[in-house]
Nanobody
Framework: QVQLVESGGGLVQAGGSLRLSCAAS????????MGWYRQAPGKQREFVAT????????NYADSVKGRFTISRDDAKSTVYLQMNNLTPDDTAVYYC?????????WGQGTHVTVSS
């Protein structure tokens, strides 16, 4: 069982930055992939970014490419999401995901609110 705890959310003005962190209870080195998803009010949860183990290949949703960066620190079992040039459309609850095939684990989410 893997437990994930997100932190770093908050209120920020448009154009600002936030850095989200996801601390895992177990080693993320053995995870197939670590990722971030988000769910805006009244909308379905959507993919934001993922980083594949064993090569650090990262993939991003088109809406965040060039603005968000996912990274990992295996020694700290922590995954980060650096978010720059935020817009009100980025307002959502952000969830960390750990994929240990065939299982997926989720954190409780951290709120990000971007004011215009």
């Amino acid at each position: 069982q893997v437990q994930l705890v997100e932190s770093g959310g908050g209120l920020v003005q448009a154009g600002g930055s936030l850095r989200l962190s996801c601390a895992a209870s177990g080693s993320i080195f053995r995870a197939n992939a670590m990722g971030w998803y988000r769910q805006a009010p009244g909308k379905q949860r959507e993919f934001v970014a993922t980083i594949i183990s064993g090569g650090d290949t990262a993939n991003y949703a088109d809406s965040v490419k060039g603005r968000f960066t996912i990274s990992r620190d295996d020694a700290k079992s922590t995954v980060y999401l650096q978010m720059n040039n935020l817009t009100p459309d980025d307002t959502a609850v952000y969830y960390c995901n750990a994929h240990y095939y065939p299982h997926d684990y989720w954190g409780q989410g951290t709120h990000v609110t971007v004011s215009s």
